[in-house]
C-alpha cells in the first residue's frame, strides 16, 4: 500500500488528517540521523587522535548511515509540503496523485545519488590508502583506468542514446512522416525521453549541402558547422559508427540514421560534460596533486566525505523541489480535466478547462477535451431544439403519432394519440404497444405498412394506419376516418333514399286514387253481405299512406332543404314539439324547463322543431316499449352557457340499445316499424347549425338526448335584419304555447 492510500479521519471542520504512522516514521527518521550524527562524531574523534585513514567499508558506512536518515527527512519534508500542495490543488482523487509523484520522484533521485555517493567515498579511500603505501603507483595507474572508463561509460550512453534515436526515426518514418506536425511532435517525444537538449534532423548529398529537416534548440550557426564538417559526414558515410565529442558545456553526438539514404541527426547534452570535462582535467592534474594529497589524506578524506555527504543532499533536496514543481503542473490540468469531466457527467455541458499554454501531451487532452464539450454542446443544443419542434409539430397535428422501440415499446406519444385510445390510465410512454393498443400491435405482427384497423375501447372507432422504421424502431400514424365512413355511407344512403322516393312515390297516387274510387262504387253493394271488399281497400289505402309516409322520410333525408337562419324562441318550438305529442300521448307527462330570460337562438324553425319532434317522438316510443299500461315522464331542459346553447330531453323509457355509437346512422333502427331515418335526420339537421348531437343513459334508467350549438357562430348568419317579416309557417304558434303555460 501507497503512503497515501492508508485510510484518513475527518476532523470537524472537514479537513483530512493524515494516519499516525507516518508521524512515527518522521520520529524514527530524525531520530537515527541524530544516533548517526552522534556515531560519526566519536569514530572521527576517536580516529583523529591517532591520525590514521579509516578503511573504507567504515568511511563508506559512515556516509551511508549520515545520508539515509538526512534523505529520509528531505524527502518527509518534501511530502509534508506535497500535502499543503495538495490541499489547495486536490481534485476528485484526494490530491493523492500529488503526493505519489513526489514521493517517486525524489525516492528514484535519491537511490542512484546515494550509491553514486557511496561508491565514490569507497573508491576514494581505495585511492588514499594507496598514497601512503608502496602500492601507491598502482594504485594511481587503477585510479586513471577508472576515470577512462567513466569517460568510456558516459560516452558509451550518448552515443547509444543518439544510435537509438537515429534508429527509431529511421523505423517510424512511415508512421511518424520526417517534416509533418506528426513526425515533429514524434521527434520531440524521443529528444525528451532521451534527456537530450539539442537535435538537428538533416540530409547530406555532397555539393547540395546540409538541409535541415527538424531541429529543436540547435545551437547557433557558427558552432554547428565548425562540428558538423563535410569531413565528419564523410567519414560517417563510410564508417556507421557515431561521432562523440564534448565542450565544458554540451556532449554532442553524430550519427547516420539507417535505412535511409543521406538522413544524419544530431544531438547535444549538457548532463554530463561538466562531469567529463573535470574527469579529463582531474586526469592531467593527479599527477602535479599526488604528492601534495599524500601529505594531508586524513584531512582530505574527512573533507572528501563531508563533501560527498553535503552534495547528496543538496541534489536530493533540489530534486524534490524540482518533483513538486513537476507534480504540480502535472496534477493541476489533471485534476482540471477531472473536475470538468465531472461536471460533463452531472450534465453540464458548458464547462471548459483553461486554455493550455504549452504544447504537450496534456495541453494536446485540454484541447481535444475543450472540443469535445464545445461539440456536446452545440449537438445537445440541436437535439433539444430539434426535439422541441418535432413536439410542437406532433402537439399540433390531429392524428395520432405514436413512436416504438424495437421491442415495441412506446418511445414517443402526442396529444392526438392518447385522445383517439383513450389511454385513461395514465402515461403511455414506457408501455408496451400490446397494452395501451392491442389493435396496432397486431397490425404489426401482420407487416403491413397500411391498412385499416377497428378499436373498440369504448366508443368504437375506425383508424386508417400507416407504419414507417426499420429494425431499430418504427412510427405509427393514424387518423380517426369514423366519421368519414359515416358521411360517406350516410351519402350512400341519400342517394338510395332519393332513388327510392322517386321509384315509389309516382304509383303511390293512382293506387289510392283507384283503391278509395272502387271503395266509393262499389263498397256500398257489399256492406249488406260481404265486408271483405271494404277490408281489402281499407288496406291497400292505408298500406299507401303508410308508403307515402316513408317515402316522405326518404324525401326529407334526401333532400334537406337548406336552412334559412333567424332568431328564434326556443321556448317556442320547444313547447310545440311537446303540445304535438302530449295530445296524443296523455299517460305521458312532459316537462318544459328553462332560465329567465327565455333562451333565443339563430336556426331554422322548421328544421329545429322537426328535429325537437323526432327526438320526442323517439322518447313517448321508448316508454311505450315498457308495456301497455306503461307511463313515465319526458323532459326537455333550454340551458345557455359560454356562448352555447344545450337542449336536453330525458325520458324514463326502456334506454338505449347496445348498438348506441349506430343511431345516427341512416336506415339503423330498433323497432319494427321505424325507418331508421329519423334520428340521422336529426343528426344532420344539428350538423348545418353548427351542433352536435349525443347520448347518454338517464340515471334510474332511460335515455338522455343532448343537442349543443355554437350560439355565437349561430349569430353571425342571422338575416332576421334583412328580412324582418315572418310569414306562413315561420311565425310563431302563440295559441299553442300559450296554452301550456297553465
Given at each position: 500500500m501507497a503512503l497515501d492510500d492508508q485510510p484518513a479521519a475527518d476532523d470537524p471542520r472537514g479537513r483530512r488528517w493524515p494516519p499516525r504512522w507516518p508521524a512515527i516514521v518522521e520520529i524514527a527518521v530524525v531520530a537515527a540521523?541524530?544516533?548517526?550524527?552522534?556515531?560519526?562524531?566519536?569514530?572521527?574523534?576517536?580516529?583523529?587522535?591517532?591520525?590514521?585513514?579509516?578503511?573504507?567499508g567504515v568511511a563508506a558506512l559512515l556516509l551511508l548511515g549520515d545520508l539515509i536518515p538526512v534523505v529520509g527527512i528531505i524527502i518527509m519534508i518534501g511530502r509534508r509540503i506535497?500535502?499543503?500542495?495538495?490541499?489547495?490543488?486536490?481534485?476528485?482523487?484526494?490530491?493523492?496523485?500529488?503526493?505519489?509523484?513526489?514521493?517517486?520522484?525524489?525516492?528514484?533521485?535519491?537511490?542512484?545519488?546515494?550509491?553514486?555517493?557511496?561508491?565514490?567515498?569507497?573508491m576514494f579511500q581505495s585511492v588514499n590508502r594507496f598514497w601512503a603505501s608502496n602500492r601507491a603507483a598502482n594504485a594511481f595507474d587503477a585510479t586513471i583506468s577508472l576515470v577512462e572508463d567513466a569517460q568510456y561509460q558516459f560516452i558509451q550512453r550518448w552515443t547509444g542514446q543518439a544510435r537509438l534515436m537515429a534508429s527509431d526515426i529511421g523505423k517510424n518514418r512511415e508512421l511518424y512522416p520526417i517534416g509533418t506536425k506528426v513526425g515533429h511532435q514524434y521527434f520531440l517525444s524521443e529528444i525528451y525521453l532521451r534527456s537530450l537538449n539539442q537535435a538537428v534532423l538533416f540530409t547530406y548529398a555532397g555539393s547540395n549541402g546540409i538541409n535541415v529537416l527538424d531541429v529543436w534548440s540547435a545551437p547557433d550557426d557558427k558552432t554547428f558547422f565548425s562540428r558538423v564538417t563535410p569531413d565528419l559526414l564523410k567519414t560517417l558515410r563510410k564508417d556507421e559508427k557515431p561521432f562523440i565529442n564534448y565542450t565544458p558545456d554540451t556532449v554532442w553526438v553524430v550519427?547516420?540514421?539507417?535505412?535511409?539514404?543521406?538522413?544524419?541527426?544530431?544531438?547535444?547534452?549538457?548532463?554530463?560534460?561538466?562531469?567529463?570535462?573535470?574527469?579529463?582535467?582531474?586526469?592531467?592534474?593527479?599527477?602535479?596533486?599526488?604528492?601534495?594529497?599524500?601529505?594531508?589524506?586524513?584531512?582530505?578524506q574527512l573533507r572528501f566525505n563531508a563533501a560527498l555527504f553535503g552534495v547528496a543532499a543538496l541534489i536530493?533536496?533540489?530534486?524534490?523541489?524540482?518533483?513538486?514543481?513537476?507534480?504540480?503542473?502535472?496534477?493541476?490540468?489533471?485534476?482540471?480535466?477531472?473536475?470538468?469531466?465531472?461536471?460533463?457527467?452531472?450534465?453540464?455541458?458548458?464547462?471548459?478547462?483553461?486554455?493550455?499554454?504549452?504544447?504537450?501531451?496534456?495541453?494536446?487532452?485540454?484541447?481535444?477535451?475543450?472540443?469535445?464539450?464545445?461539440?456536446?454542446?452545440?449537438?445537445?443544443?440541436?437535439?433539444?431544439?430539434?426535439?422541441?419542434?418535432?413536439?410542437?409539430?406532433m402537439s399540433g397535428v390531429t392524428a395520432g403519432v405514436i413512436s416504438i422501440d424495437a421491442g415495441r415499446t412506446i418511445q414517443l406519444v402526442n396529444s392526438s394519440a392518447v385522445a383517439l385510445l383513450n389511454t385513461a390510465e395514465g402515461d403511455p410512454v414506457g408501455r408496451p404497444l400490446k397494452i395501451v393498443a392491442p389493435e396496432l400491435d397486431a397490425l404489426l405482427d401482420e407487416g403491413q405498412h397500411e391498412a385499416i384497423v377497428q378499436i373498440s375501447d369504448g366508443e368504437p372507432k375506425t383508424l386508417a394506419v400507416k407504419i414507417t422504421g426499420d429494425a431499430e424502431g418504427q412510427v405509427l400514424t393514424f387518423d380517426d376516418i369514423t366519421q368519414q365512413l359515416l358521411d360517406q355511407r350516410r351519402a350512400a344512403w341519400s342517394d338510395v333514399a332519393r332513388r327510392i322516393a322517386h321509384e315509389i312515390k309516382n304509383p303511390l297516387t293512382p293506387i289510392q286514387l283507384a283503391a278509395e274510387r272502387l271503395q266509393r262504387r262499389y263498397g256500398k253493394q257489399f256492406d249488406g253481405q260481404d265486408a271483405t271488399f271494404?277490408?281489402?281497400?281499407?288496406?291497400?289505402?292505408?298500406?299507401?299512406?303508410?308508403?307515402?309516409?316513408?317515402?316522405?322520410?326518404?324525401?326529407s333525408f334526401a333532400r334537406m332543404p337548406k336552412p334559412v337562419f333567424r332568431e328564434e324562441s326556443l321556448v317556442d318550438i320547444g313547447r310545440q314539439a311537446l303540445f304535438l305529442h302530449e295530445v296524443a300521448h296523455p299517460h305521458v307527462a312532459f316537462r318544459l324547463d328553462y332560465d329567465e330570460p327565455p333562451p333565443m337562438l339563430v336556426c331554422d324553425r322548421r328544421q329545429i322543431g322537426q328535429a325537437l319532434t323526432n327526438i320526442v317522438k323517439n322518447a313517448v316510443e321508448a316508454i311505450e316499449a315498457k308495456g301497455d299500461d306503461a307511463r313515465g315522464e319526458i323532459a326537455m331542459t333550454l340551458t345557455e352557457d359560454d356562448g352555447a346553447t344545450t337542449i336536453t330531453v330525458a325520458d324514463d323509457g326502456v334506454g338505449l340499445p347496445s348498438e348506441r355509437a349506430r343511431l345516427v346512422e341512416p336506415y339503423m333502427t330498433t323497432r319494427a316499424r321505424g325507418t331508421g331515418l329519423g334520428l340521422a335526420i336529426v343528426k344532420k339537421i344539428a350538423e348545418e347549425h353548427f351542433g352536435e348531437i349525443t347520448f347518454a343513459d338517464r340515471p334510474g334508467g332511460g335515455t338522455v338526448v343532448t343537442m349543443r350549438f355554437d350560439a355565437r357562430t349561430l349569430a353571425a348568419l342571422d338575416i332576421s335584419g334583412a328580412h324582418p317579416e315572418a310569414s306562413g309557417d315561420d311565425a310563431p304558434l302563440p295559441a299553442l304555447t300559450r296554452n301550456r303555460n297553465s
Open positions: 540521523a541524530l544516533a548517526m550524527a552522534a556515531t560519526t562524531y566519536l569514530v572521527l574523534h576517536h580516529n583523529s587522535d591517532t591520525q590514521q585513514l579509516l578503511s573504507p506535497a500535502r499543503r500542495r495538495s490541499a489547495r490543488l486536490s481534485g476528485m482523487g484526494g490530491g493523492k496523485l500529488h503526493v505519489r509523484l513526489v514521493a517517486i520522484f525524489s525516492l528514484l533521485a535519491s537511490v542512484p545519488i546515494v550509491l553514486t555517493v557511496i561508491a565514490a567515498s569507497i550519427t547516420r540514421v539507417p535505412e535511409v539514404k543521406d538522413l544524419y541527426l544530431y544531438v547535444g547534452t549538457g548532463e554530463d560534460a561538466s562531469f567529463l570535462n573535470r574527469q579529463h582535467m582531474a586526469a592531467s592534474d593527479v599527477l602535479r596533486d599526488f604528492k601534495a594529497l599524500q601529505g594531508h589524506s586524513h584531512a582530505l536530493v533536496a533540489l530534486t524534490t523541489w524540482i518533483a513538486l514543481v513537476v507534480a504540480d503542473r502535472v496534477v493541476r490540468p489533471v485534476n482540471q480535466l477531472a473536475d470538468a469531466a465531472r461536471r460533463v457527467a452531472e450534465g453540464d455541458l458548458a464547462v471548459r478547462v483553461p486554455e493550455p499554454t504549452a504544447d504537450d501531451e496534456v495541453a494536446t487532452l485540454g484541447t481535444a477535451f475543450n472540443t469535445m464539450t464545445q461539440r456536446l454542446e452545440a449537438q445537445t443544443t440541436a437535439l433539444e431544439n430539434r426535439r422541441a419542434l418535432i413536439e410542437a409539430v271494404n277490408r281489402l281497400t281499407d288496406t291497400i289505402v292505408r298500406q299507401v299512406g303508410d308508403l307515402r309516409r316513408m317515402v316522405d322520410e326518404f324525401s
